[in-house]
Nanobody, 127 residues
Framework: EVQLVESGGGLVQTGGSLNLSCTASGFTFDDYTIVWFRQAPGKEREGISCIWGSGGNIFSLDFMKGQFTISRDNTKNMVYLQMDSLKPEDTAVYYC????????????????????WGQGIQVTVTS
């Protein structure tokens, strides 16, 4: 059974940083693309960044580049999302999701491609 657990969220001031973690279990981690999504109140879930099992082919939404950095450690079955220069509009519930194979960028940004999700973790940025 695929299990994903997010951690590292919380409350931070504008301009601050957080490093989210996604811990995976129950599947061959190296075979899976992992994606970070977020969902703000009243808005649709949106893809942030995507990384293949090999650690290569990282796709990020243009407006995220330079602010958010995805990485993974296959020895620990973990994926990270380093978030810098946070703004109040980054307030959302952040999710990690997994799918077997190598996804292209359009697939990475579409929640419909994913059936395995973490429970989500709240990130709140105060002004």
């Amino acid at each position: 059974e695929v299990q994903l657990v997010e951690s590292g969220g919380g409350l931070v001031q504008t301009g601050g940083s957080l490093n989210l973690s996604c811990t995976a279990s129950g599947f061959t981690f190296d075979d899976y693309t992992i994606v970070w999504f977020r969902q703000a109140p009243g808005k649709e879930r949106e893809g942030i960044s995507c990384i293949w099992g090999s650690g290569g082919n990282i796709f990020s939404l243009d407006f995220m580049k330079g602010q958010f950095t995805i990485s993974r450690d296959n020895t620990k079955n973990m994926v990270y999302l380093q978030m810098d220069s946070l703004k109040p509009e980054d307030t959302a519930v952040y999710y990690c999701a997994a799918r077997r194979g190598r996804l292209i960028s359009s697939e990475c940004s579409d929640p419909a491609y994913f059936t395995s999700w973490g429970q989500g973790i709240q990130v709140t940025v105060t002004s």
